[in-house]
Each structure stands twice: as structure tokens, then as C-alpha cells.
């Protein structure tokens, strides 16, 4: 069986935050692979193995871009989670009595039962968009903060991002499955498992959208540049 075109995501994903100064190459072989036969969820594995050792390679072969990444997106990540949803709430929720733009429940997930299926109220969707918003703000930051290298420095901070995610969700579903037995053991804590899972992968992923779009227009096609550090 022959393939038209490989996966456009994956693709995209590989040409524009692939860390290899063989990128193009390495593209070129997938993209042939591909078309001789080779399956979608084959494109994807390849691709994320080939931008994952790129990272690995660059952050030891490049130790001040690294800090330099680590530090001020971590930095920015930590001031706004300890100013940034204060001020959300005390803007959309007015004063204790609830009298801002949204319902003092807004911070909290609610579930509603739609056609046998329970899914989030609208203030979850609020809250996750307002996040996003800032998730890409960061993302966009880093990257403005650590130009020339803006895509490759946002690409080490969101490894650094999904490595943190992948070690709270572990931790979360072990304490999920540790509780399923006991008196603290709630119907909904599958649902806020999976709403956490798909939340935090959505913001890595609009962080690393802020970092694509925060160098200049003229570079966006050539991929990531490397200047090296001493």
C-alpha cells in the first residue's frame, strides 16, 4: 500500500522544532519510508524519537543555551503561577460575593451528564481557555528572550515541560488507582484523571505554538537556528 503525503502534523512538528543539523535529511528518509509502505503511528514514533535525541544531543553539546532556556522559561512559568491566576480571579470574580464576570465556581471543574456522557460545565472550558492564553504567552516569551536560538530554546523548555508532565500524571493515576478501593474514592476522579491528562497536553502544546511565532517572519520557513554557545 502507497501513501500520498506522511502525517502533516508529525511533519510540521519535525521541520519547524527538529533540533538535528540533519533535519532535512532525516525528513526526506521518513518521508520516503512512508510512502514505500510504512504506517501513520510509524511517521509519529520515528519523528518523535528523531526530535526527542536532537534535543538530547543539543542540550549537551549546547550547556549555556540550556540554562539559559531552563531558567527563564522556568522562571516565567513559576511567576505566573504565583501572581497571573490571583489577578484572573480577583478580575472575573469581583469581590467574595461572586459579583465579577463569571460565577465564584469558576475555578472549580463541574461535571454535566450530556446524551449518557459526563463532560465539563462551560466554566472549565473558561478557565482552560484563559490558560491556554497564557500558555502561549510563555511559549512566545521564552522565545523572545533567547533569540536567534528562540524555536531550539522553547524546544528544550517544553521537553523540560512534558518530562514534569509526564511524572505528575504517573503520580496522579497511581494515586488514582491507590485510592479506587477506598472511603476518599469519588465517581468523578477518572474524569478530572483524563480532563488534567488532555489540559496539560494542550498547554504544552500552545506553549510550544507561542514559541514557533516569536522570532521574526523571515526565518519561519528555514526551521530552527543554532548559534553556538561556548
Not at 62 to 81: C, D, E, P
Not at 91 to 105: D, E, N, V
Not at 165 to 184: E, G, R, T
Request: glycine share 8%.
Amino acid at each position: 500500500m502507497t501513501h500520498a503525503e506522511p502525517p502533516r502534523v508529525a511533519r510540521w512538528l519535525l521541520q519547524n522544532f527538529g533540533c538535528s543539523p540533519n533535519n532535512a535529511a532525516v525528513i526526506g528518509d521518513l518521508d520516503e519510508r512512508y510512502r514505500q509502505g510504512r504506517s501513520r503511528s510509524w511517521y509519529w514514533r520515528q519523528s518523535s524519537i528523531a526530535m526527542i535525541t536532537s534535543v538530547v544531543a543539543l542540550t549537551r553539546s549546547n550547556k549555556l543555551l540550556t540554562v539559559r532556556a531552563l531558567v527563564t522559561g522556568w522562571s516565567i512559568f513559576f511567576l505566573y503561577a504565583l501572581t497571573l491566576p490571583r489577578m484572573i480571579v480577583h478580575i472575573l470574580r469581583g469581590s467574595p460575593t461572586g459579583s465579577g464576570l463569571l460565577p465564584s465556581s469558576w475555578t472549580r471543574v463541574q461535571w454535566l451528564y450530556v446524551r449518557g456522557w459526563i463532560v465539563p460545565q462551560g466554566d472549565a472550558y473558561t478557565f482552560a481557555l484563559i490558560s491556554g492564553i497564557f500558555a502561549f504567552f510563555i511559549g512566545w516569551l521564552v522565545g523572545r528572550l533567547n533569540r536567534p536560538n528562540h524555536r531550539t530554546a522553547v524546544v528544550i523548555f517544553v521537553a523540560s515541560l512534558f518530562v514534569c508532565y509526564l511524572i505528575a500524571s504517573i503520580s496522579a493515576l497511581v494515586k488514582m488507582l491507590h485510592d479506587w478501593s477506598s472511603s476518599s474514592w469519588r465517581y468523578d476522579n477518572p474524569y478530572f484523571f483524563v480532563f488534567g491528562l488532555v489540559g496539560g497536553l494542550l498547554g504544552i502544546l500552545t506553549t510550544l505554538a507561542g514559541g514557533f511565532f516569536s522570532g521574526p517572519p523571515a526565518d519561519s520557513a528555514s526551521g530552527p537556528v543554532l548559534k553556538r554557545s561556548a
